[in-house]
T-cell receptor, first 117, second 113 residues
Framework: DSGVTQTPKHLITATGQRVTLRCSPR?????VYWYQQSLDQGLQFLIQ???????AKGNILERFSAQQFPDLHSELNLSSLELGDSALYFC????????????????FGEGSRLTVL | AQTVTQSQPEMSVQEAETVTLSCTYD???????LFWYKQPPSRQMILVIR??????QNATENRFSVNFQKAAKSFSLKISDSQLGDAAMYFC??????????FGKGTRLHILP
């Protein structure tokens, strides 16, 4: 158990719809990262938050948005869904700068599997 | 921009044998982290091993060890005494400081009984 919680684990929806994926980071972690993994592909970085602020953006579509709340949980919002958005969406967390010894790795949740029909 | 390349999309190894997965990366930084993550059929991302670039000694974790060649920007993973449970997708990854992790495309490892 990595300590990172993602909900829902599975989600099936239709094209054009909007969904929200939720992530609770490990206790004490300030940084949250979102990744997308399409079928048999590598992990593509979407966005990073640190203590509520957006820190880095990857190849995130304009139809997608995210935020990190004061309690440090994060949400990834996907709208106007298309078939190609079907993927496994991972949230990961890590210690942020100034929080102690950095071990470097990200701790991943189990992912949210999104199927768009 | 930093990149991570895994040139072996798939590999197979006989149970109890040793296998080496290759990885090269490109960076102009001198201080960074390198990782191997394992993704079994459950799709969970599991850290296998971590290497800090400033450390010359190669990291080891039980049956898993790396060959870190900083000048050559090479970071291979050796799995000794392969077990059926080692069957998975293996991702090589790079991270600078507190930035995002950059993943390679992965190597699918099959273990033959």
């Amino acid at each position: 158990d990595s300590g990172v919680t993602q909900t829902p684990k599975h989600l099936i929806t239709a094209t054009g719809q909007r969904v929200t994926l939720r992530c609770s980071p490990r206790s004490g972690d300030l940084s949250v990262y979102w990744y997308q993994q399409s079928l048999d592909q590598g992990l593509q970085f979407l966005i990073q938050y640190y203590n509520g602020e957006e820190r880095a953006k990857g190849n995130i579509l304009e139809r997608f948005s995210a935020q990190q709340f004061p309690d440090l949980h994060s949400e990834l919002n996907l709208s106007s869904l298309e078939l190609g958005d079907s993927a496994l969406y991972f949230c990961a967390s890590s210690m942020g700068a100034g929080t102690g010894k950095q071990t470097g790795e990200l701790f991943f949740g189990e992912g949210s599997r999104l199927t768009v029909l | 921009a930093q990149t991570v390349t895994q040139s072996q999309p798939e590999m197979s190894v006989q149970e109890a044998e040793t296998v080496t997965l290759s990885c090269t990366y490109d960076t102009s930084e001198s201080d960074y982290y390198l990782f191997w993550y394992k993704q079994p059929p459950s799709r969970q991302m599991i850290l296998v091993i971590r290497q800090e670039a400033y450390k010359q000694q190669n990291a080891t974790e039980n049956r898993f060890s790396v060959n870190f060649q900083k000048a050559a920007k090479s970071f291979s993973l050796k799995i000794s005494d392969s077990q059926l449970g080692d069957a998975a997708m293996y991702f090589c990854a790079y991270r600078r400081g507190y930035d995002k992790i950059i993943f390679g495309k992965g190597t699918r490892l099959h273990i033959l009984p």
